[in-house]
């Protein structure tokens, strides 16, 4: 029997206390192993969506199963030992009065013991750059550095399925890459992603399907590469595509630019002097 999908929404709807339609009859199955990148504008229903995938939101109508089973009947300390949510504000998610204390929060409540919460802790604090860190305040660090605990605290969970709002937003280049490095530890162990973001360059880095939302539905679900190299759709629902497929699609062809997702893809395109020009 094929093991359930790590998240499937029937579906599903949702209204906010003051009549906002927020979801609109959202049907998405994702995955074990999934690495989505969920995009759409300003107030398309993203974070909302995200909420209902950690039991924080239940749907008024539809369905939603974590691992085949009903968030709605599921305890949320059940549910935090397989989907892990990184906030798109830090702030919301920090409340103990040191970065190791922070870090260490989510292992243990999960019922790790002692010594494995320690492992963690120094694994994870050392893969985002924190490890010096370890005695501070994380209220008194910088806004960049209070996203990579957030990220440290996430991670270090383990979670089958990870949702990222705006990982990388903030953060310096150093810190960008040392994030991105250690999200992708996870997914090779198998970990399912959303990304959240408005940084279409980070989604072609990291994710291999693309869910685009507009008005609290699904517009668009698909093969990441064909989505974000497809200017139309991208600016039919008002979003930028990555700057390196911009170019290709001026300078090379459209065939060329759907395999263009990193500057060594470009200069590999460019060296083959599939030029629009010379052609
Ligand atoms: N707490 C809230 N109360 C009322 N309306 C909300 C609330 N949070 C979000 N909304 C509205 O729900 C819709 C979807 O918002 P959201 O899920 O935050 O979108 P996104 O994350 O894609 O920007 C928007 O119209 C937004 O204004
Ligand atoms: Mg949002």
């Known amino acids: 029997m094929n093991p359930p999908p790590i998240a499937d929404l029937t579906d599903v709807s949702f209204t906010y206390e003051d009549g906002t339609r927020a979801l609109d009859g959202v049907s ?53 030992r397989t989907v892990g949510y990184l906030f798109q504000n830090p702030d919301h998610q920090i409340f103990k009065s040191t970065v190791y204390d922070e870090v260490a929060f989510g292992p243990k409540n999960i019922g790790l013991r002692d010594n494995e919460v320690a492992d963690r802790v120094e694994r994870y604090l050392e893969l985002t750059g924190l490890s010096d860190l370890a005695k501070s305040p994380p209220l008194m660090l910088s806004f960049g550095l209070r996203r990579m605990v957030t990220i440290a605290s996430v991670l270090s969970m383990e979670q089958r399925l990870i949702i990222l709002d705006e ?26 992603m959303i990304l959240v973001t408005h940084d279409l360059q980070l989604v072609a880095e990291m994710a291999d399907r693309v869910v685009i ?10 093969d990441a590469k064909k989505i974000l190299s497809d200017p139309d759709i991208l600016m039919k629902y008002g979003l930028d595509p990555p700057p390196l497929t911009k170019l290709a699609n001026e300078l090379l ?27």
Not at 264 to 269: E, G, L, T, V
């Open 213 to 222: 939302m507009s008005g609290g539905r699904v517009v668009a679900d698909g």
């Open 28 to 80: 998405l199955r994702i995955k074990s192993g999934e690495r989505i990148g969920l995009i759409g504008e300003n107030g398309a229903g993203k974070s909302t969506l995200c909420k209902h995938l950690n039991g924080l939101f239940h749907p008024a109508k539809g369905k939603v199963l974590i691992d085949g089973e009903d968030v709605a009947k599921s305890k949320a300390s059940h549910l935090a």
């Open 167 to 192: 990982p990388t937003a903030w953060l310096d280049y150093g810190q960008a890459v040392l994030a991105k490095e250690a999200i992708r530890g996870r997914l090779a162990s198998g970990a399912a």
């Open 253 to 279: 062809s459209e065939e060329a630019a759907s395999e263009i997702f990193a500057v060594a893809d470009f200069i590999n395109a460019v060296k083959k002097k599939k030029w629009k020009a010379s052609k």
